[in-house]
């Protein structure tokens, strides 16, 4: 059994309490022997076996209230020193280090990551994002952000950015390890970083930030506390933060809700709310799209039960093939099925509270919409069981745009595998692009938006003027990821007020203007702005 305490100051601290990570597979199997024996072990009830069964995978020591203080205490004493290494420390070795790190423990990572739950095949998506995004690529364009440098007028120019300090990151349980590691490249910015690993799911992260992130800042002589990571509930531990001076900028990844209520607390308290949160991302299908490449952008949907912010949550799409597509699509989600989580087939997740899923898809169908498939629960085996772990694929078409967003499904994000087709009354084409256009552009959240058509006028008119999003895909994965794109990041309610494109490393650092007159140069005359202001 692996055995990991809090990571602060490049020590291993362990606590008076634990968490036992138990075999997904093995709660899904017996799953009330095995959350008995998690409840015993977690109490320290005397009556709990001395010997585990190998259904316990690991233990994580809780942080105490001292050790979450001491984690950012590392963090502040390290910054000054590590803020000074150089850029091509910070990026030619530590970033390069990382990726190479995750490329090679990447099977682990994606081991531990099934152990918690996660089905396999998005694992391996989850995990190969991670590795992009400290690829070549991702690193040359960030380094290219931090420092830009011109000569004027007897005059060097630059043009920097400085790091915040102490990054403070609490990610979300169902995605902590790809978010802890997306958000850990705070540190190539300059910043130190303290880290929250979920009570719920806590191995896969702390391995990844102790077997990958820990070891590339070592190569460097990192001063210790660059790196922090403490095991808690997020509500004491975000307490702790908001009070702390030691915190610069704090970054939440979650729902609308409590990420609206953490960035006020953040803003009064004087720290940087950085927010990633609730997507309900929106797919657009015009007339002449490759329709079976769409159906099968758009069932990605389903993937992990829905239960990722970045996928597919709503589809507009044109009249002339709605009927078309929602075939194909159907025939796609077929392929969709359950399963535990190890098996490389399996696309759907647990969902333990259903409750949510059942009153969307009534209130759907109470406004007008018609189920298409789903609709229902399953077992393991993909037979229709209504006490099973699993929720079918499921599909309703929605017609009509006028009264769309009143149906809760496409007003919000779902986090369910329920998938709400539009279909818009046919009219001219003129007319149809502009209420395509105000549809993306009116969606409150503003996370990706994606669209699929051949004509050019077409795509020219979503660049020009679908502004809504952090990201846009054209006839491509909406839930793919290629560096340098920034994998996440939005407007709207998804990135809060100060929402953009997410790249950690500048979004936790501040531009700077430095203008240096060289020894020897004597003091160049102020330059008068030429007539008509330019420069």
């Known amino acids: 059994m692996a055995s990991y305490g809090s990571y602060i100051a490049g020590k291993d601290v362990p606590g008076d309490h634990w968490v036992y990570v138990f075999s997904a597979t093995a709660i899904l199997e017996d799953t009330f022997a095995m959350l008995a024996l998690k409840r015993q072990l977690e109490r320290g009830d005397p009556a709990a076996p001395a010997e585990l069964p190998p259904a316990v995978v690991a233990r994580v020591a809780v942080a105490d209230a001292d050790a979450v203080a001491d984690a950012l205490s590392a963090a502040a004493a390290a910054f000054p020193t590590w803020r000074a290494f150089p850029l091509e420390a910070r990026f030619d070795t530590v970033g390069a280090r990382i990726h190479a790190n995750l490329i090679e423990h990447r099977e682990a990572i994606e081991h531990l990551m099934v152990e918690e739950g996660h089905p396999i095949a998005v694992a391996r998506f989850e995990v190969g994002a991670i590795i992009d995004s400290y690829s070549p690529q991702a690193l040359a364009y960030l380094r290219g952000q931090l420092w830009w440098e011109t000569r004027r007028d007897g005059r060097r120019i630059v043009i920097r950015r400085r790091p915040d300090g102490v990054v403070c990151v609490n990610p979300p349980a169902n995605s902590p390890t790809v978010s802890a590691a997306f958000f850990a490249a705070a540190v190539l910015g300059g910043n130190t970083v303290v880290v929250r690993a979920p009570r719920t799911v806590p191995l896969s992260i702390m391995y990844t930030m102790r077997e990958v992130i820990a070891p590339a800042l070592d190569a460097v002589g990192a001063p210790p506390g660059t790196l922090n990571v403490v095991c808690g509930q997020p509500a004491p531990m975000m307490e702790t933060w908001l009070n702390s001076p030691h915190v610069a900028d704090i970054i939440h990844v979650g729902s609308v809700e409590s990420g609206r209520k953490y960035e006020q607390l953040c803003v009064a308290a004087g720290k940087k709310p950085i927010l990633e949160l609730s997507g309900n991302d929106l797919v657009l299908v015009w007339a002449d799209a490759d329709l079976p490449a769409a159906a099968a952008v758009l069932v990605e949907s389903f993937f992990g039960s ?155 008119r979503f660049l020009r003027d679908v502004d809504n999003g952090g990201v846009l895909k054209i006839n491509d994965s909406h839930l793919g990821y290629l560096a340098p794109l920034a994998p996440q990041g939005g407007t709207g309610v998804t990135g809060g007020v100060f929402g953009e494109a997410s790249y950690p490393v500048l979004r936790t650092t501040r531009l700077q203007s430095v203008a240096i007159v060289e020894s020897g140069s004597g003091t160049p005359a102020i330059v008068p702005a030429p007539l008509g202001g330019e420069s």
Not at 375 to 402: K, S, Y
């Open 306 to 460: 829905g239960q990722i912010c970045m996928l597919p949550n709503q589809a507009l799409v044109h009249p002339a093939v709605a009927d078309e597509l929602i075939a194909l699509m159907v025939e796609r989600a077929r392929e969709v099925r359950p399963g535990y989580p190890e098996e490389p087939g399996a696309l759907l997740a647990p969902v333990l509270r259903q409750d949510g899923y059942r009153n969307v898809l009534a209130d759907a169908v109470r406004k007008g919409a018609r189920v298409v498939t789903g609709g229902h629960g399953m077992d393991f085996d993909g037979n229709r069981d209504e006490r099973g772990f699993f929720l079918a694929p499921t599909i309703v078409r929605v017609d009509g745009l006028a009264a769309a967003r009143e149906v809760d499904a496409v007003a919000h994000e779902t986090f369910f595998p329920l998938l709400p087709v539009v279909v818009p009354d046919p009219a001219d084409e003129s007319r149809l692009l502009d209420e395509f256009v105000d549809f993306a552009n009116s969606n409150p959240y503003g996370l990706r938006n994606s669209l699929w058509a051949r004509d050019p006028a077409v795509i020219d």
